[in-house]
């Protein structure tokens, strides 16, 4: 495993090398950090900037065929060549994008992301030169702030979004590229990433009350949740709110948390640490920079970790080398809690 002391909010992995977005965080817009594009091979040796940008904040790298997308404060750039951009998109002024997904006939998606007055989803039909909003979160739920995240399910033709925070639906699909939307999860675990796989998909939890999965098996309509806690690590203060999720081609797991940790598992159940980030619970007084930690995409085992203050490139042969620092445990109290919640946002 690597570590690049670069300032990070995302990155995407080639055949040729590794491309990184580096900028400001969402949450601290004036830390100083210059916006730019690098491009460093997979060793993370002979950095070159390719791109630099006056505005103060990215969270968004997409690379979809020959179009490269990035999110720059509130607008989707695109660009064929990597140094030449235009502006494709604009959101509210107060938010910024986060993810895209691809479905498999190439049609895009991308939602912005922000605490004023809501967000949307948006789509494109044409490789990203046009788009479209095609849902609001409020739509959804009046009392959504903002979308989470979403993925493509490939496997069922669904598109699956997860909304938040404090509202009462959790979850929402839609059959038709999200023209229209039904309710899937009303239950108490709010959640961010979602992980799609063939029988199941994962959803992280980014709630207050517990920490974990939330494991929705489409073919009967199934659900079950996993709780996580630290083990062994009391200066692990982390909240463990899942930020970003990936499933590798091994079977092994990375996950990257709201509080700036990266670990790792080989079943879900059972993790470790990587890199061990914001050490104070209350994540409005952590280390600036330090929000998104968004994984990339996987080529030959190798996924790369942008973690705010570095770049970490980690071979996926090395997951599952050391002790384990978070298990899964019952959480009696905590879904004693999620019932109580659930419960009140019913009546």
Same mark, same amino acid.
């Not at 949307?120 to 979308?147: M, N, P």
């Given at each position: 495993m690597l570590r690049i002391p670069i300032p990070s909010s995302s990155a995407y992995i080639t055949e040729s090398g590794i491309l990184v977005a580096s900028a400001t965080s969402y949450f601290w817009p004036d830390s100083g950090i210059k916006p730019r594009l690098i491009f460093m091979s997979h060793k993370g040796d002979d950095p070159l900037e390719l791109s630099d940008f006056s505005s103060g904040k990215n969270l968004l790298l997409h690379v979809s065929n020959d179009s490269t997308f990035l999110g720059l404060d509130n607008k989707l750039l695109l660009s064929h060549d990597l140094r030449k951009w235009?502006?494709?998109?604009?959101?509210?002024?107060?938010?910024?994008?986060?993810?895209?997904?691809?479905?498999? &006939?190439?049609?895009?998606?991308?939602?912005?992301?922000?605490?004023? @007055? @809501?967000? @949307?989803?948006?789509?494109?039909?044409? =490789?990203?030169?046009?788009?479209?909003?095609?849902?609001?979160?409020?739509?959804? !739920?009046?009392?959504?702030?903002?979308? +989470?995240?979403?993925?493509?399910?490939?496997?069922?033709?669904?598109?699956?979004?997860?909304?938040?925070?404090?509202?009462?639906?959790?979850?929402?699909?839609?059959? &038709?590229? =999200?023209?229209?939307?039904?309710?899937?999860?009303?239950?108490?675990?709010?959640?961010?990433?979602?992980?799609?796989?063939?029988?199941?998909?994962?959803?992280?939890? !980014? *709630?207050?009350?517990?920490?974990?999965?939330?494991?929705?098996?489409? *073919? &009967? !309509?199934?659900?079950?949740?996993? +709780? #996580?806690?630290?083990?062994?690590?009391?200066?692990?203060? !982390?909240?463990?709110?899942?930020? &970003? #999720?990936?499933? #590798?081609?091994?079977?092994?797991?990375?996950? *990257?948390?709201g509080g700036g940790s990266l670990l790792c598992s080989k079943n879900l159940q059972e993790w470790q640490i990587m890199h061990l980030g914001a050490r104070n619970p209350d994540l409005r007084i952590a280390p600036p920079h330090l929000f998104g930690h968004m994984l990339s995409n996987e080529i030959n085992g190798m996924v790369v970790a942008a973690m705010g203050d570095l770049v970490m490139i980690i071979d996926s042969k090395d997951i599952g080398n050391s002790s384990i620092d978070v298990v899964q445990h019952y959480a009696f109290y905590n879904r004693l809690k999620g019932l109580v919640y659930a419960a009140k946002r019913r009546i």
């Open positions: 235009r502006t494709v998109l604009t959101a509210k002024s107060s938010n910024t994008f986060w993810h895209m997904a691809e479905a498999v &006939d190439g049609t895009l998606f991308v939602h912005d992301y922000g605490f004023g @007055g @809501g967000s @949307g989803i948006y789509r494109s039909a044409d =490789g990203g030169e046009t788009w479209k909003q095609v849902v609001e979160c409020h739509k959804l !739920d009046k009392d959504a702030i903002h979308f +989470h995240s979403f993925a493509y399910d490939k496997f069922r033709g669904l598109l699956i979004a997860t909304l938040g925070d404090g509202n009462a639906l959790k979850i929402a699909v839609s059959k &038709d590229y =999200g023209d229209t939307w039904k309710p899937l999860y009303n239950g108490a675990w709010q959640c961010l990433p979602i992980v799609v796989l063939k029988e199941r998909i994962i959803f992280g939890m !980014d *709630s207050a009350i517990s920490s974990g999965f939330l494991v929705w098996y489409p *073919s &009967d !309509d199934r659900w079950e949740t996993l +709780h #996580l806690k630290y083990v062994k690590k009391p200066e692990a203060s !982390d909240l463990l709110q899942i930020a &970003d #999720l990936r499933a #590798l081609t091994n079977g092994s797991w990375i996950m *990257s948390t």
